[in-house]
């Protein structure tokens, strides 16, 4: 079906244009049902646009701020066209509507599908969605655009189960990404507005140190986003909030760590989400991958070009565990986990307590960026037994 395109085809301002997508509608030519998702600074409809079963996403405008941010999101939009992204087939970008059409994805995105529906997916499903939500944000940063929330909310599924990477409202352009002074920013004792939208933006739980010591961000900012979520995919388990069987073992959200006490555990304690298994199926060099994409250092962390190559290897040469090897009778071992720098507590641990006295004593200064953790003589200072990156004894 190809909608008809209204001349001229531009938003209100001007600012938007297309040749290929309409960017105004009459109003005959769509018709909305009941919400089906609703947020704070938008409310989704299931909708027909001429005939074809789409979702809208309608924005709350409540400022001109807000319609700036419509804008400039439709332009970005516009410009996108690639299999693993959302598409965008239509838009309103006139008064009193203003209005985002998309392809519909009756499965929903992959947060509902692994938490709410309790998929268990395979390890082929696994590295297929893994492979080609690689190919999207490599289309991405390709472009130079930066999309600063990647997470399972965020990645639509279709019929297929081939994902699609949704949301665009804080993506970026790498070029438009300023640094903002971070004394500055720590002198005034709150953020600025340019700061705080453009450095401290993300969910929590997905998002690399870098961004929550509000340094500028990076594509490799994604890849760490990118590497969580592969993780989450595999475990089916949402980031820190995990419960082992040992005390000391609960991870931090079931400890009631406040996200300031989760951030400081990230920045300077190297805390990470429970690495997946073997006995999830996972192969060697994925867990390895994962374990690269959420280093510390965001220049350690592999590009997507990279990435790309290392998971179209994987798929070509067939290196995962088939289903027949199960703990007890894989051949299939951990990644070499370095223990050089680990801790045994025998005995149970308060996290609450522990967290705070590690808040208290923390310090995430520009200046010092990397911690002493590795280095710490300090008996109290927690290192994981099994991995760097992991809350997991």
Known sequence: MVLEILEPNTCIRGCCRSRTIPLHLHPSSYSLS??????????????????RRVAVKKPVLSTSDDLDKFHKELQLLSKLDHPGILKLVAAHARPPNYMFFFDFYEVGNLAHKLHVEEWSPSIGQV??????????????????????????????????????????????????????????????????GGFHKKNMVGTLIYMAPEV?????????????????????????????????????????????????????????????PVLAGPEMGASTGLLSLIQRCWDADPQKRPSFSDIVLELDVMLESGERADEKDTPANSDVSRPHLDTTNTHIYQEPINWFTHGQDFLDRASLSSENVVSTW?????????RPVLSWGSFST
């Open 34 to 51: 009941s919400p089906i998702a609703r947020g704070a600074e938008s409310v989704v409809y299931e909708a027909i646009l001429d005939g």
């Open 127 to 192: 590295m297929e969605i893994t492979a080609r939500l690689a190919k999207a944000l490599l289309y991405l940063h390709s472009l130079g655009i930066i999309h600063r929330d990647v997470k399972p909310t965020n990645i639509l599924l279709n019929e297929n189960l081939h994902p699609h990477l949704a949301d665009f409202g804080l993506a970026e352009y790498k070029k438009d990404l300023k640094q903002v002074s971070i004394m500055n920013w720590k002198s005034s004792g709150k953020p600025t």
């Open 212 to 272: 929550m010591r509000k340094e500028i961000q990076t594509e490799k900012s994604d890849v760490y986003s990118f590497g969580v979520t592969v993780n989450e995919l595999l475990t089916r388990v949402v980031p820190y909030t995990d419960l082992r069987a040992e005390a000391q073992a609960h991870t931090v959200l079931e400890m009631n760590y406040t996200e300031q006490q989760l951030t400081a555990a990230v920045v300077s304690e190297g805390l990470r």
């Open 374 to 382: 590795l280095s710490s003589s300090d008996t109290m200072v927690y």
